[in-house]
């Protein structure tokens, strides 16, 4: 059974990084499919961040794209989230997740960890 | 980007209803359409994906619909489980979702 599991601070300052993990059980993923993240507020709902295959192609939010970066670890099996220069617009619950056909659709979730932004 | 639209953004039925929720996107987006159910402090779980297609262990009470820029999911008999919100999200490009129907108890 393939599970997510993201970890990280719960609190970023604003102008800071936000940095978050995803560890993944069940599946290696240099084995295939892509792999990101997707974040959600009360305001502005689902909101997909970016992308990447399980080859290092890279694929961003292009309203994000300035301020994010994904990376991946193959030999900890887990990928990883930066986002820089942070405001409490930024303040969500963060989500990585498993794409399937290419970012198609989001067979696999991680539980989520809410990231606050404030001083 | 691709606007997503759904409606009704809430509503409230009871065990054995039909269902009926829709998606319109701002443009055609031929069949890539995605539907996900999500449970308070739960992440969201994937329903339907290419419009149509029933996700692995999804009862099949729940069905989908749609192509170019209008799609429906179909929930043929409510069950207790079933009270959540729904999003549509589309894969024709940046991905996109919808706003979300919830699904309350009348």
């Known amino acids: 059974q393939v599970q997510l599991q993201e970890s990280g601070p719960g609190l970023v300052k604003p102008s800071e990084t936000l940095s978050l993990t995803c560890a993944v059980s069940?599946?290696?993923?240099?084995?295939?499919?892509?792999w990101g993240w997707v974040r959600q507020t009360p305001g502005k709902g689902l909101e997909w961040i970016g992308s990447?295959?399980?080859?290092?192609?890279?694929y961003y939010n292009p309203s994000l794209r300035s301020r994010v970066s994904l990376s991946v670890d193959t030999s900890k099996n887990q990928f990883s989230l930066n986002l820089r220069f942070v405001t409490a617009a930024d303040t969500a619950v963060y989500y990585c997740a498993r794409g399937s056909s290419g970012w198609s659709h989001l067979d696999y979730w991680g539980q989520g960890t809410l990231v606050t932004v404030s001083s | 980007d691709i606007q997503m639209t759904q409606s009704p953004s809430s509503l409230s039925t009871s065990v054995g209803d039909r269902v009926i929720i829709t998606c319109r996107a701002s443009q055609s987006i031929d069949n890539s359409l995605n539907w996900y159910q999500q449970k308070p402090g739960k992440a969201p779980k994937l329903l339907i994906y290419a419009a149509s297609s029933l996700q692995s262990g999804v009862p099949s009470r729940f069905s989908g619909s749609g192509s170019g820029t209008y799609f429906t999911l179909t929930i043929s008999s409510l069950q207790p489980d079933d009270f959540a919100t729904y999003y549509c999200q589309q894969s024709y490009s940046n991905p996109t979702f919808g706003g979300g129907t919830k699904v309350e108890i009348k």
């Open positions: 990447m295959s399980h080859s290092g192609s890279t």
């Open positions: 069940g599946y290696s993923i240099s084995s295939g499919y892509y």
